[in-house]
Nanobody, 126 residues
Framework: QVQLVESGGGSVQAGGSLRLSCAVYGVNYRFYYMAWFRQAPGKEREGVAVISVSGDTTYADSVKGRFTISQDNDKNTLYLQMNSLKPEDTAMYYC????????????????????WGQGTQVTVSS
């Protein structure tokens, strides 16, 4: 059974940094895409960053230059390094994965993913 388990969330002041991790269990093959999404209270879940099996990355405009997605295949772990955090980055952050290839635009959409973690909360205070 596939499991995605996020960790690393917390509370920081604006300008601070956090690194989120997503450990993958129960998978013998590499996902085609892995991604980070976030959902703030009262808002729709939105794609933040995506990484493909070949290592290509895509970011939402709101986090470009501040967030970095990466993966360690030996450890079966996905990461999101978040720097220069802003109060508007406050949200529940989710890890997601799919075995299906698609365009990078599609890869930032929630409906493109079959596997989800339970989420980790990030709170940024001003």
């Amino acid at each position: 059974q596939v499991q995605l388990v996020e960790s690393g969330g917390g509370s920081v002041q604006a300008g601070g940094s956090l690194r989120l991790s997503c450990a993958v269990y129960g998978v013998n093959y590499r996902f085609y895409y892995m991604a980070w999404f976030r959902q703030a209270p009262g808002k729709e879940r939105e794609g933040v960053a995506v990484i493909s099996v070949s290592g290509d990355t895509t970011y939402a405009d709101s986090v470009k230059g501040r967030f970095t997605i990466s993966q360690d295949n030996d450890k079966n772990t996905l990461y999101l390094q978040m720097n220069s955090l802003k109060p508007e980055d406050t949200a529940m952050y989710y890890c997601a994965a799919t075995f299906v290839g698609m365009t990078t635009t599609q890869a930032l959409r929630t409906r493109s993913y079959s596997y989800w973690g339970q989420g980790t909360q990030v709170t940024v205070s001003s």
